[in-house]
């Protein structure tokens, strides 16, 4: 999958490495059965990897949402390459609405602007049943207080370390390990 061009520090655009991707796709779609025959939304979807991988996983629908208009240019290409059907959405996250079934994504860690993680998971929860979404382990217990405070029900977190590569300039080394949890949450939707 070809990379975004030109990533920028203040969106936090780091790419999702695949063999997370294929693992975080591998339990929605096989041990939680959260894929298959399901809408499923990809909130900052960047270049579209997890939206790509929900299409070819059997999803009924894809949506995915990203600000960047550059990103969802190289989404689109690499969906054409992939040959899976995903609705793209240039915009923010008030662009989408709506409900679906499971919603997937590795938001910003809201480390330039401060809380951006919480406002892509309220808007996950907003509109889905369930959620896939990746933080910093650091944030485990401010991410799980919240989301118990929503009224929603961390059912598993799985835990990874993410290589992120040099991008910026303020990058020291080639490659920098940051431990991450993806968290599956069931939300109030998934009760109804």
């Not at 975080?24 to 990897?49: E, H, M, P, Q």
């Not at 996950?124 to 933080?135: E, F, M, N, P, R």
Request: net charge positive.
């Amino acid at each position: 999958m070809r990379p975004h061009p030109n990533p920028r520090i203040r969106l936090e655009q780091y790419t999702i490495p695949a063999n997370i991707a294929a693992d975080i796709l591998f339990l929605a779609a096989v041990v939680y059965r959260d894929i298959a025959g399901k809408s499923v939304a990809d909130l900052g979807t960047g270049t579209g990897r997890l939206a790509i991988g929900a299409a070819h996983m059997g999803a009924s629908r894809t949506a995915a949402i990203d600000i960047d208009p550059v990103a969802i240019r190289v989404a689109r290409e690499n969906s054409d390459v992939a040959m899976a059907d995903v609705d793209w959405i240039v915009g923010d996250l008030d662009a989408i609405c709506g409900e679906f079934d499971t919603v997937v994504m590795n938001p910003p860690f809201g480390t330039k602007q401060r809380h951006l993680d919480k406002i892509f998971l309220t808007k996950a929860i907003q509109i889905g049943h369930v959620v896939y979404s990746i933080h910093k382990s650091s944030t485990r217990e401010y991410i799980s207080r919240y989301l118990a405070r929503r009224g929603c029900k961390v059912h598993a977190i799985h835990e990874y370390i993410m290589d992120v590569p040099w991008m910026f300039e303020h990058h020291k080394k080639r490659k920098h390990p940051v431990k991450v949890d993806c968290y599956r949450v069931e939300t109030t939707r998934s009760s109804r």
